[in-house]
């Protein structure tokens, strides 16, 4: 692994367990920082993959901490949350067909349907 600043590394571990790519971690710390860092690097420091599997226990807990941490927060936002997008479907499909515009109120009464259904969830 290269010798990188404790903030690169600090910044790498945040962006990962926020669920970015690789590529998109090495964009953000070329822009930020600018220091040029290869996808393979970035990859190093996530210790879910096998690349990352040596990396120190600091490391790990700056990792899973910060992985908690953003899942606890999505409590707290509103789109997150199926009746809420439920809910703004149902105002927009009602302004679409206010409007006369009915194939757009399908699509998102379609959508509607889809968001009830589970299309959007992962199964297990």
């Not at 964009?27 to 860092?37: G, L, N, Q, R, T």
């Amino acid at each position: 692994m290269a010798k990188l600043p404790t903030a690169v590394k600090l910044h790498i571990l945040t962006a990962l367990a926020c669920f970015e790519t690789p590529q998109q971690v090495a964009a953000s710390v070329k822009e930020k920082f600018d220091i040029e860092v290869s996808r393979q690097c970035v990859e190093g420091h996530h210790p879910e993959r096998r690349a990352g599997a040596r990396l120190d226990s600091k490391w790990r807990a700056v990792f899973y901490g910060t992985r908690m941490r953003l899942r606890a927060e999505l409590d707290g936002i509103p789109i997150a949350c199926q009746s809420y997008r439920l809910k703004v479907l149902g105002r927009i499909a009602l302004q679409a067909e206010d409007m006369g515009n009915l194939q757009l109120a399908m699509r998102i009464i379609e959508q509607a349907a889809n968001e009830v259904g589970g299309m959007y969830e992962v199964r297990r």
